[in-house]
């Protein structure tokens, strides 16, 4: 069935290391967005690509960074640079104004 | 700087009565609004939409009103039932540059006693 599949659910990251956070879709949307939910928190905007081989910097893109090869798929890696990625990663992808989300990775530092 | 926010963190409403959630937004540009819901560890769902050409959408027991002149829209959720129990966001948008990208409230964590 159609929908945006997010791995892993946990993940765990050791001080220095880059981890990347997966993010694929099958509804055959243009647009993918990557948010950042924190306890108390809305959800702020990491990056987003309208297109393949396309995307923009968001609210808090420091520290992050993302790819867009391929329609399905979107992305993201949190670098070492990223001070803190304890945080709950949502990725979505549209239909015209409405987001479709996946259902989330749960970044934490070991 | 908070573009979009709900003020209030919580709410507490007994089962069968009426739910408000508030939410107010400072940017005059947004022209879309929407509401979301979403449990602990999941990602957020669609609940309704309203565009700022329209004042009121129903749908169900869910109705959404946006007052442009006070920026301001609500949530009423009518009747009230357990399963309603969750966070609900208020989201908006401005324009296309940013591919429909939404600005989010910090939520209003709501619950429905029996």
């Known amino acids: 069935d159609g929908g945006i599949t997010q791995s892993p659910k946990y993940l765990f990251r050791k001080e220095g290391q880059n981890v990347t956070l997966s993010c694929e879709q099958n509804?055959?949307?243009?647009?993918m967005y990557w948010y950042r939910q924190d306890p108390g928190q809305g959800l702020r905007l990491i990056y987003y690509s309208q297109i393949v081989n396309d995307f923009q910097k968001g609210d808090i893109a420091e520290g992050y960074s993302v790819s867009r090869e391929k329609k399905e798929s979107f992305p993201l890696t949190v670098t070492s640079a990223q001070k803190n990625p304890t945080a709950f990663y949502l990725c979505?992808?549209?239909?015209?104004?409405?987001?479709?989300f996946g259902s989330g990775t749960q970044l934490s530092v070991l | 700087d908070q573009q979009v926010k709900q003020n209030s963190p919580s709410l507490s409403v007994q089962e069968g009565r009426i739910s408000i959630l508030n939410c107010d937004y400072t940017n005059s540009m947004f022209d879309y609004f929407l509401w979301y819901k979403k449990y602990p560890a999941e990602g957020p769902t669609f609940l309704i939409s309203?565009?700022?050409?329209?004042d009121k959408n129903e749908d169900g027991r869910f109705t959404v009103f946006l007052n442009k002149s006070a920026k301001h829209l609500s949530l009423h959720i009518v009747p009230s039932q357990p399963g309603d129990s969750a966070v609900y966001f208020c989201?908006?948008?401005?324009?296309?540059?940013?591919?429909?990208?939404?600005?989010f409230g910090k939520g209003t964590s709501l619950l429905v006693t029996p």
């Open positions: 309203i565009s700022s050409i329209k």
């Open positions: 989201a908006a948008s401005a324009d296309s540059n940013s591919g429909y990208a939404l600005n």
């Open positions: 509804l055959n949307h243009d647009a």
């Open positions: 979505a992808s549209a239909l015209n104004e409405k987001l479709f």
